[in-house]
């Protein structure tokens, strides 16, 4: 096979928008109203109402402009402070550890299972007992034992669930970001469903949501809709900042598309699905690639196969490249990165699964609206190269 022409370039992800968002974002735009407002507040009640029809209930929603932001409204709404230790998995995007140093408290790396890359609940036990707060990642939509995680850490530490890979993501247990504590999904461009940038915060206590909607927006007691609409109270100046907040609110153009593309997270589900058993089946046995389980409740975010070595997975990505075909690593862990290694010692040694996975792991194009025959290049590609 070889790359001739530029259509036949298979990019690593494109977004599923159609003429529904675009509609959306212009009723949106006609309105008049384009920041937090109606739509926000619709797109808040739809999202605790999917998760609700489809788990055992009780669950809020409040969405933010980004999941960074809803891990860091998260964590200062349970109380996590200077100095208290919140552990993450090494192996995870840079915003779950950051979150943590934002409130100026210490995140504890642990290692990944080799199978999955998330969070060993084994390295997590050795650290109970100085844990303020946990949270864990379903890394690429394959959701964490989050009961395992419970039980290594102890009833007493709540668990934030990073789910911004898993929307949806339907486990035995339930949704997952609806098993923990708190959950917190993305919406940034690339995920699952999209709102070009923004977040979801949802759980059950009525005490975090009441912190995080006052959190969001400056510390302001009133919300900016509340003020300007409120017949009751038509004095939009009068509002107290009871607290140092923060700008974290949605735009209700985001909210608008979000809605749109919640509507459609289970055929979009579906389509992800499809083509995640398309190439399991179709690489089923190639030597010296294992594949991503196929567990119950996996998202489908992102396609991960493993090769047996550095140089092997290097020259695979050389190879998909020179086929015009794009891939990415999620991710080099955060023991590799200099902030993270030097400000807290980290080792390789230390992180020996994480470690391993990080040179041998790719991620393979996988998209809703992928078609076919961008996919049997991609699966033609790979064989070649195994070959
Ligand atoms: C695991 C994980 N957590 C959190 C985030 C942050 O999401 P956002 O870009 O919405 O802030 C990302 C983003 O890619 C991520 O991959």
Redesign the pocket.
């Given at each position: 096979m070889s790359r001739n022409t530029e259509n036949l370039v298979v990019p690593f992800f494109k977004p599923c928008l159609g003429r529904r968002e675009i509609a959306a974002v212009k009723r949106v735009m006609r309105s008049g109203w384009l920041t937090t407002g109606p739509e926000s507040l619709t797109f808040e009640e739809e999202f605790a109402a999917f998760l609700n029809s489809r788990g055992r209930g009780g669950q809020w929603a409040a969405a933010v402009?980004?999941?960074?932001?809803?891990?860091h409204l998260a964590l200062e709404a349970l109380g996590v402070g200077a100095g208290d230790r919140v552990a993450v998995p090494s192996l995870?995007?840079?915003?779950?550890a950051a979150?943590v140093r934002y409130l100026g408290a210490q995140p504890v790396f642990i290692d990944s299972l080799p199978g999955s890359g998330n969070m060993d609940p084994e390295q997590l036990y050795r650290v109970r007992g100085s844990l303020k707060a946990l949270i864990p990642?379903?890394?690429a939509g394959h959701p964490c034992d989050i009961r395992a995680i419970r039980e290594a850490a102890g009833p007493a530490v709540p668990i934030i669930e990073?789910a911004?890979?898993a929307f949806p993501s339907y486990t035995e247990e339930g949704m997952a970001g609806t098993l923990g504590d708190v959950g917190?999904?993305?919406?940034?461009a690339?995920?699952t469903i999209t709102t070009g940038?923004?977040?979801m915060i949802t759980g059950r206590d009525p005490d975090i949501l009441k912190r995080i909607h006052r959190m969001r927006l400056h510390g302001i007691d009133r919300t900016v809709w509340n003020r300007y609409t409120d017949r009751a109270a038509p004095r939009s100046w009068e509002y107290d900042i009871a607290d140092l907040g923060f700008k974290y609110n949605m735009t209700d153009v985001a909210a608008a598309i979000g809605r749109v593309q919640l509507s459609r997270a289970d055929s979009l589900y579906a389509m992800r699905r499809e083509q995640a058993a398309a190439y399991t089946s179709a690489w089923n046995g190639v030597e010296g690639l294992e594949l991503p389980e196929d567990v119950c409740g996996h998202a489908w975010h992102l396609y991960i196969v493993k090769t047996s070595s550095r140089e092997q997975r290097d020259g695979l990505a050389d190879w998909l490249h020179h086929e015009g075909i794009c891939c990415s690593v999620?991710?080099i862990p955060l023991h590799r990165m200099s902030y993270w290694r030097k400000n807290y010692n980290l080792l390789p040694e230390n992180f020996p699964v994480a470690d391993s996975l990080a040179d041998r792991i790719l991620s393979i194009p996988l998209w809703p609206g992928m078609k076919k025959q961008q996919q049997q290049r991609v699966i033609a590609a790979l064989k070649e190269y195994f070959q």
């Open positions: 402009n980004s999941a960074t932001a809803g891990l995870t995007f840079t915003a779950t979150a990642v379903h890394l990073d911004a890979h917190v999904y993305s919406f940034y690339t995920k940038e923004g977040g999620h991710f």
